[in-house]
């Protein structure tokens, strides 16, 4: 965080904030991404195309913001290949387990006052401070 600008900040929550608001009053959907990507496994003819849209979205906008002169941050990851596969197989467990990811719950179901998005993002929030203290503080990880 050595980089951190809150007036880039406030502006991505706000395109995020707006994107999420669009695609609820437009198409009547949840911006969640593991509900979107889960939808492309066995779609309805009309699912296909906002869903690919909305990933490749998330795949596009970085390009551009790197061809308009942006600069990305470099990506350094020094956690062992076979600790990111497990983490992700939890993380997908428990978007199973949760009925969606933190996207869909944090920033769709809180905006919506869901009383189960709040639970299910307290428990995301509690758990990842938990990891991050026992990886880094306990286990040296």
Not at 8 to 18: D, H, K, N, Q
């Amino acid at each position: 965080m050595e980089n951190f600008s809150p007036v880039s900040a406030l502006v991505g929550g706000a395109m995020i904030g707006a994107s999420a608001a669009l695609l609820l009053v437009l198409n009547g959907r949840i911006a969640g991404i593991s509900g979107i990507l889960g939808g492309l496994i066995n779609p309805a003819r009309s699912e296909i195309g906002w869903r690919t849209a909305f990933l490749a979205g998330l795949f596009v906008a970085p390009l551009v913001y790197v061809a308009s002169g942006g600069v990305l941050p470099p990506v350094v990851v020094k956690t062992p290949l076979w600790l990111l596969v497990v983490a992700g197989l939890i993380v997908g467990f428990g978007t199973r387990l949760g009925a969606g990811c933190t996207s869909g719950h944090g920033v769709c179901g809180i905006g919506r006052g869901s009383p189960r998005s709040l639970v299910a993002t307290a428990t995301f929030m509690a758990t990842a401070i938990l990891t991050v203290f026992v990886t880094r503080h306990v286990l040296g990880i």
